[in-house]
């Protein structure tokens, strides 16, 4: 079970210095310990173990790079990571020759003629027409009472009529006696409130819309930074035994295989994954081909022929290595 916010809040700042060996240049970044110590067992020793790190509270992944680790935490604080935007491609062009632009003769401004404006009309006053005053109705009690119950309030009671002697003139007349009920109308619940939804105009995720790869393919785009980002993702969750790290990074992988288009045009960044998934790292902590290198050739397996027409794709099967080996045994399963 995931730590709480009020865990995670509560808990002490701890230090990461990474990307010194990726990037050249070494970042620090500050981490709430809960929320990295809970996803395994191997950072929950690193961080909590009384050893130096520990104790410090401060850590350095000289061989995980800053883009790598800012995900890492997304990961470790939301359970998500977002995907790297797609990127156009740098592509060098010789300069442009000097171009020298010829002075333009300036016109000179012609006065505009200003045309007269007509005086606006002075609006009428409309004449309001005199509202008839209704004249009071005055309601009479006596003998000449409605021969029919006028209607009561609800919460009158109607508790005894009395009869009065009779006047100067031998008649009668009757008085009705009225007690309010101390019981209070309740409101009326209007039926169905309950069913009809309040609707929602805000996210509920401020990332959701970060983290899915894109079901299209984008041909002006470089893919490299998309494809190292999960392998290198997938690397750091193996090395940490981060297994929802590893799964999370390979899916995303997976999907973004799926949507790519592979052409000549864009070789270069299979090259770049190829060369991520087979760095000393890729190769997983466990016995046999890792999940990564097995997805790789498996996609690299439905387009040999293409893939072989590429001068950089077939000077990385020369060079060898365990490359070569699973390129050709995993790409035809």
Known sequence: MPA????????????????????????TFSVHEEAVAA????????????????????????????????????????????VPALVLPVIEHDPPPDVVEEPVAEEEPVAAEEEPVAAEAEPVAEEAEPVAEEEPVVEESGLWEAP?????DPGEVVEAVEVVDGDSWGFGSRRTAVKKSKKKNLPRVIDGWSSVPLPLNVTRNNYAGTCDPSDSFEP????????????????????RNIASLKELALYKLHKTLSAFQLSS???????????????????GLGEGISGLRKLVCQYLGGHKALLCEDDGFMDLLGDGGQFVKDFFKYSSA
Request: glycine share 6%; hydrophobic share 40%.
């Open 265 to 283: 045009e864009n070789v270069d960044a299979l090259i770049d994954l190829v060369k991520c998934a087979y760095s000393e790292e890729g190769a």
């Open 4 to 27: 709480s916010f009020e865990e995670i809040l509560s808990s002490r700042i701890f230090k990461f210095t990474v990307g010194q060996n990726v990037d050249g240049v070494a970042t």
């Open 220 to 239: 002006w785009f470089d893919y490299s930074a998309s494809f190292v980002s999960h392998a290198s993702l997938w690397i750091l969750g193996d090395y």
């Open 148 to 152: 029919f119950d006028m209607p009561r």
């Open 39 to 82: 996803l395994s067992q191997p950072l929950h020793t690193l961080m909590r173990s009384g050893l130096e790190e520990s104790e410090a509270g401060h850590a350095t992944w000289e061989d995980v790079s800053k883009d790598t680790f800012v995900r890492f935490a997304q990961f470790a604080y939301t359970g998500d990571y977002s």
